[in-house]
């Protein structure tokens, strides 16, 4: 069962360009949303992350949007660079200290592949 | 700065065979996950630990055991490998239990033949 789902296993984008990055969930227990970038032979890096209590986080070229009411997020990446060409992946994270909540284990989406091309 | 070391990147069994992959957190981190990622799937929880005791388990194997040791280093034992086993296997770390953000590891690819 998917709990984290990114429906675009691909984006091709213009250098220059916006990237927007789509995510969708389905459990209301998560409070926490990561965006984590991975390419090829190495681990995932985190990226840029929201707490639930808001709606919006930036950080230089990258912001993250959060819908809840949705249960929607999606990270835009402008200017989009080829450097920003990789794997993008959406994860969740449980609320702390409810019934079935876990400590730290987070839930991933498959996975978008950015392409950026000059 | 430091990274979450695991070892070896790359290896190889066959089927029924053990297979044991190391991870090494970032200093002072103290909570330890282990992931597990198949072609073209996304990173599945297997377990996780927080000083040195199992804080919480996914869809680990019964096959699969893991541990945390008094340096905080985490091993995962694989054993009857299976061909479904091959996957990349990430060990992830982070401080104060887990609440304030992941550092992941290279990684290590295992192919079990």
């Known amino acids: 069962d998917q709990q984290v789902k990114q429906n675009s296993p691909s984006l091709s984008v213009q250098e220059g360009r916006i990237s927007i990055l789509n995510c969708d969930y389905t459990?209301?227990?998560?409070?926490?949303f990561l965006w984590y970038k991975k390419y090829p032979a190495e681990g995932p890096t985190f990226l840029i992350s929201?707490?639930?209590?808001?709606d919006k986080n930036e950080d230089g070229r990258f912001t993250v949007f959060l819908n809840k009411s949705a249960k929607h997020l999606s990270l835009h990446i402008v200017p989009s660079q080829p450097g920003d060409s990789a794997v993008y992946f959406c994860?969740?994270?449980?609320?702390?200290?409810?019934?079935?909540?876990?400590?730290?284990?987070?839930?991933f989406g498959r996975g978008t592949q950015l392409t950026v091309w000059p | 700065a430091a990274g979450v070391i695991q070892s070896p990147r790359h290896l190889i069994k066959e089927k029924r065979e053990t297979a044991t992959l190391k991870c090494y957190p970032i200093?002072?981190?103290?909570?330890v996950y282990w992931y597990q990622q198949g072609p073209g799937q996304d990173p599945q929880f297997l377990i996780s630990?927080?000083?040195?005791?199992?804080?919480d388990k996914g869809s680990i194997p019964d096959r699969f055991s893991a541990q945390q040791f008094s340096d905080y280093h985490s091993e995962l034992n694989m054993s009857s490998l299976e061909l479904g086993d091959s996957a990349l296997y990430f060990c992830?770390?982070?401080?104060?239990?887990?609440?304030?953000?992941?550092?992941f590891g290279s990684g290590t690819r295992l192919t079990v033949v």
């Open positions: 992830a770390s982070s401080p104060m239990g887990g609440w304030y953000g992941y550092t």
């Open positions: 459990n209301s227990m998560f409070d926490y």
């Open positions: 929201i707490s639930s209590i808001k």
């Open positions: 994860a969740a994270r449980a609320r702390r200290g409810d019934r079935g909540s876990t400590l730290g284990r987070l839930y």
């Open positions: 200093p002072r981190h103290d909570t």
């Open positions: 630990f927080y000083e040195k005791m199992q804080s």
